[in-house]
């Protein structure tokens, strides 16, 4: 079955730091990928997607790109800030699944 | 426009009590879902609802049931509320159908957190 596999956290960073968090899957087909941003108190919301392979999903200075070849959906940041504090899901989904598969979640915390 | 709205937002059961978590989207969208998150282990699947009139099981369903009342409504019931199922539920939607789209975004409620003593 798809899985998806998050680097373990928790991380973290100084205010400014280079931010890669990484993420790779196994699935059957050709999958969406997702990463969505939990913050505290609060339920998840999207972060940024990518629906075919080499595509890059961006948003808020966040990217990340599609690789098929090493099934890979690496989440970077150039320059972190206090406020990206959260908790970072990658997530995959498939057409005829019904449902999406998450990540456990890797927790960040950037003091300044 | 309130997405997706969930009730109640914190709850304390005696073991053996049972509750239903109500659950509401106003996007118009096909399916919807009910997770728990605890600690450490991420997001788990109870049960879904790719379309309205059909529900089905997730990854972890035994001691809950769930009723998609209409389009907007998907609500998640505990018989008899056990220890185990203290945690943070969460509700979501996506416009779907679930069968034939995987592009969709999911949309996820406040969440309701539940203690079961």
């Known amino acids: 079955g798809d899985s998806v596999t998050q680097m373990e956290g928790p991380v973290t960073l100084s205010e400014e730091a280079f931010l890669t968090i990484n993420c790779t899957y196994t699935?059957?087909?050709?999958?969406?990928l997702f990463w969505y941003v939990q913050y505290p108190g609060e339920g998840l919301q999207l972060l940024l997607k990518?629906?075919?392979?080499?595509d890059k999903g961006s948003n808020k200075g966040f990217e990340a790109t599609y690789r098929k070849e090493t099934t890979s959906f690496h989440l970077e940041k150039g320059s972190v800030q206090v406020s990206d504090s959260a908790v970072y899901f990658c997530?995959?989904?498939?057409?005829?699944?019904?449902?999406?598969?998450f990540g456990d979640g890797t927790t960040l915390t950037v003091k300044p | 426009n309130a997405g997706v709205t969930q009730t109640p937002k914190f709850q304390v059961l005696k073991t053996g009590q049972s509750m239903t978590l109500q659950c509401a989207q106003d996007?118009?969208?096909?399916?919807m879902y009910w997770y728990r998150q605890d600690p450490g282990m991420g997001l788990r699947l109870i049960y879904y609802?790719?379309?309205?009139?059909?529900?089905d099981k997730g990854e972890v369903p035994n001691g809950y049931n769930v009723s998609r009342l209409n389009k907007r409504e998907f609500s998640l019931r505990l018989e008899s509320a056990a220890p185990s199922q203290t945690s943070v539920y969460f509700c979501?939607?996506?416009?779907?159908?679930?069968?034939?789209?995987?592009?969709?975004?999911?949309?996820f409620g406040p969440g309701t957190r539940l203690t079961v003593l």
């Open positions: 979501a939607s996506r416009k779907g159908p679930a069968q034939l789209v995987s592009t969709d975004t999911q949309y």
């Open positions: 699935a059957t087909g050709y999958p969406s």
């Open positions: 990518a629906t075919k392979a080499d």
């Open positions: 997530a995959l989904s498939e057409a005829g699944a019904g449902k999406s598969t």
């Open positions: 996007m118009n969208h096909n399916s």
């Open positions: 609802s790719a379309s309205e009139g059909t529900t």
